[in-house]
């Protein structure tokens, strides 16, 4: 190439650099100012992201008007590390820096977030580490409006976070950072940390069991730089209160183990000291759906234990209440049970109310991002006395979407005191295969209730008077559970031959419900009659629960079971997307499975398929951190089927915290 054209070129590539240094410097002439002493009370995302990742973000690939900023979104609490984030919050700005260079910064209001699987992330054509896990999840950020500050100093925030929250002290990346406008000021002023942030948080925990609540306060209280001294604990359990003491430091014999022994004022006056929040999730199996639903009325005296709760909070008037309990606590006895607790929480109290202002909310775990349906109803409250109130308050917003992944808390090698199937259980999800492979192979779609197998060849009468209302004779001939001839001189005798949810003799008719999955497996079983009836002959001696078969997964979906989560329930097998896990309960022997994890045993044997460890149903729970030497196993997962969310009660109370300005 000759001389001259070698100068053309550089002087058409020094005019193009020109244009686009031009182009930044009016783009960046024309962005508002954010000026963090108008923003002490906001809250900041400080985000690192490496070079390849620019223009992923900043919106030029793929092509979109907007950009992006995404992390790592860890669950489990061993999988946190440099670049991950294991909380749905959302900031109200993000501040971003290059991880080569932390001087270049940009700002931007933070709209909303959602949290995406690894292929989600692939079909937006993220740049992915070659080292990446496929199954890990993220968490993007929608940023919006662009500022300028010139004040910002990464190195200084970082070195500012590392004093406040030491748990940062041990990442590589000081990247995500969840800080305050408060904090930025102080930081670039070569500050330490306000001493004042570090006040005690005097809170109260009411049947505590695992201390969920405690919990998430101490979490929260690392994050935003106060101490957690928990005044006054009750629980029942004294398994629970042993482990309680080991747990939180909490003094055995101070643990209250019968709340109605505090039968008076000066009960509750000599007993429970003052605090500034009560917390509670008190006893909920007198509203669940999962039990025999009495509310107050409870033969065990469960449902009036509200009425202790009350009772503390109209003696020691704490600022703050946040309490607990499912969600059919909104609905039960038609709404009759909800209106009384609202009532009580709310009058004045010359009127036989506490005078204060509440907010509540039904929520679960997996509408942000964590890995399990759990709804449940969540109450804040502020006393009134003062004239303060709720107004202002918001409850964590939801994100987009959230895309969950059960695998982010799995262990991956060696489950910790992993139980495998049994060898009748195993039989019971191969032979469930067959159903779906022979579904498969005669194209025969799924009734959209569940699979209530009895039902194929039965056409015993159920559309008028139930069953156990019919005469003898109307029941004799006619074909009963798995298409057996119903025989027998007694109804009695007759009704013994029918599916056990047919027996019934509570109403003289069944309710819609059952009316109609009935009807929509008799149809499906004529409609596929002619494979169905050699494939039956399997399960006709099965215990009836294992006859039913719920396959909670989209038409789509490949209908396989090793792949996906079931749980053996008294409804059925039923079997659902590895996204998130049905909800732990307290009882153990419904704990969730996972039918393709295999593993190796210390004896060497082979073992396909296993129930969910400890350590996963913790995670869940948010509690993979905690000690639960002393509880055998069943115990363990019967005490994490009856604790609180602690990442849902930690969201709840940073807002709480933060609009209280405790």
Not at 47 to 56: L, N
Not at 156 to 165: D, W
Not at 530 to 543: F, L, P, Y
């Amino acid at each position: 190439m000759r001389r001259w054209e070698l100068v053309f070129l550089w002087t058409l590539q020094g005019v193009a650099l020109l244009k686009r240094n031009m182009a930044k410097a009016i783009e960046h002439s024309n962005l508002a100012t954010l000026d963090i002493n108008n923003n002490a009370n906001k809250s900041f995302l400080v985000g690192g992201y490496r070079q390849g990742q620019a223009k992923w973000i900043f919106g030029r690939n793929p092509q979109r008007n907007y950009c992006l900023y995404n992390t790592r979104f860890a669950v489990a609490e061993d999988s946190c590390r440099n670049g991950a984030i294991g909380t749905g919050e959302l900031p109200d700005y993000i501040i971003l820096y290059n991880y080569s260079d932390n001087k270049k910064v940009r700002i931007f209001e933070c709209l909303h977030y959602s949290i995406k699987t690894f292929d989600e992330m692939q079909a937006m054509q993220y740049p992915q580490n070659t080292r990446t896990k496929k199954r890990q999840s993220y968490i993007v950020y929608q940023l919006g409006r662009e500022y300028i500050s010139s004040n910002i100093s990464i190195s200084a925030i970082v070195n500012y976070a590392h004093i406040k929250y030491p748990d940062y002290a041990k990442k590589v990346f000081a990247a995500p950072i969840y800080i305050t406008g408060n904090d930025i000021l102080r930081a670039i002023q070569g500050e330490l940390p306000l001493q004042e942030n570090l006040d005690d948080l005097r809170m109260v925990d009411l049947f505590a069991g695992l201390g969920g609540f405690h919990h998430a306060f101490n979490k929260l209280g690392k994050e935003m730089g106060f101490a957690v001294n928990c005044v006054y604990v009750s629980e029942l359990k004294e398994d629970l209160r042993r482990l309680y003491s080991r747990n939180y430091r909490f003094p055995y014999e101070h643990i209250n183990p019968d709340i109605t022994q505090l039968q008076t004022k000066e009960d509750i006056l000599n007993h429970v000291p003052e605090h500034d929040i009560l917390c509670g999730g008190f006893p909920c199996q007198p509203f669940s759906k999962a039990g025999k639903q009495q509310g107050f009325e409870d033969e065990e005296g469960r449902g009036v234990l509200f009425d202790y709760i009350a009772r503390i909070i109209e003696i020691r008037r704490p600022r703050l209440i946040f309490l607990e309990n499912v969600s059919n606590l909104e609905t039960h006895d038609d709404g009759k049970t909800w209106k009384i607790i609202q009532e009580r929480l709310t009058k004045e109290l010359n009127n036989g109310g506490l005078n204060y202002d509440i907010r509540s909310i039904v929520i679960s775990p997996h509408e942000y991002g964590y890995p399990q349906y759990r709804k449940r109803i969540y109450i804040v409250g502020i006393k009134k006395d003062d004239g303060e109130n709720l107004d202002g308050f918001e409850f964590p917003r939801k994100p987009k979407k959230a895309t969950c992944n059960i695998y982010e808390i799995v262990e991956k090698n060696n489950p910790t005191h992993p139980q495998p199937l049994k060898e009748i259980q195993r039989h019971y999800i191969d032979v469930w295969q067959q159903f779906l492979d022979l579904c498969g192979q005669h194209h025969a779609k799924l009734p959209a209730s569940p699979i209530w197998a009895m039902e194929f060849g039965a056409d015993y009468a159920f559309e008028g008077k139930a069953p156990a209302f019919q005469s003898v004779d109307q029941l004799k001939g006619r074909h009963g559970k798995l298409g057996v001839i119903i025989e027998g001189k007694t109804i009695e005798e007759c009704l013994s031959q029918l599916p056990n949810y047919a027996q019934t003799n509570k109403t003289s008719t069944f309710p819609d419900w059952k009316k109609k999955f009935i009807r929509e497996n008799r149809k499906f079983y004529l409609e596929n009659k002619n494979w169905i009836d050699e494939w039956k002959s399997q399960i006709v001696d099965w215990e009836n629960s294992f006859m039913k078969f719920e396959w909670n997964c989209d038409e789509s979906e490949h209908m396989t079971i090793n792949d996906k989560i079931l749980q053996f329930r008294p409804s059925g097998l039923r079997v659902k997307r590895p996204t998130y896990s049905p909800a732990l309960t307290f009882m153990a022997s419904q704990v969730p499975v996972f039918p393709g994890e295999n593993y190796v045993d210390e004896q060497g044997n082979e073992h396909h398929g296993r129930f969910m460890t400890m350590v996963e149903a913790a995670r869940i729970q948010g509690m993979g951190d905690l000690s639960f030497e002393g509880l055998n196993k069943s115990r363990i997962y019967e005490a994490l089927g009856n604790a609180v969310d602690v990442e849902i009660v930690k969201m709840i109370a940073k807002d709480l915290i933060k609009y209280a300005n405790l």
